[in-house]
């Protein structure tokens, strides 16, 4: 049964840093693209950053040159580090494969206070 469990959340001021972690079982991540999404409250979960099978990576404008995406094939694990955090980024983070992906995890909750 494949199971995505997100970490590395919390509590941060505006301007901090945050890496965020995915691990995976029953699934190989690095034979799949993977994305970390975002999901501010009251609202829909939107695709943030996305690494492919071929490293290469995508980001969406609002976290360009701030989040970075990346994948320890070794540790099965895919990180997002997020810098220059601002308000506007909290919320709760998820992992999952853009198309077709599997279950949801739980998610891990970012807040960054002004």
């Known amino acids: 049964q494949v199971q995505l469990v997100e970490s590395g959340g919390g509590l941060v001021q505006a301007g901090g840093s945050l890496r965020l972690s995915c691990t995976a079982s029953g699934r190989i991540l690095s034979i799949d693209d993977m994305g970390w999404f975002h999901q501010a409250p009251g609202k829909q979960r939107d695709l943030v950053a996305q690494i492919n099978r071929d490293g290469s990576t995508w980001y969406t404008d609002s976290v360009k040159g701030r989040f970075t995406i990346s994948r320890d094939n070794a540790k099965n694990t895919v990180y997002l580090q997020m810098n220059s955090l601002k308000p506007e980024d909290t919320g709760i983070y998820y992992c999952?494969?853009?198309?077709?992906?599997?279950?949801w995890g739980q998610g891990t909750q970012v807040t960054v206070s002004s």
């Open positions: 999952n494969a853009p198309v077709g992906g599997g279950p």
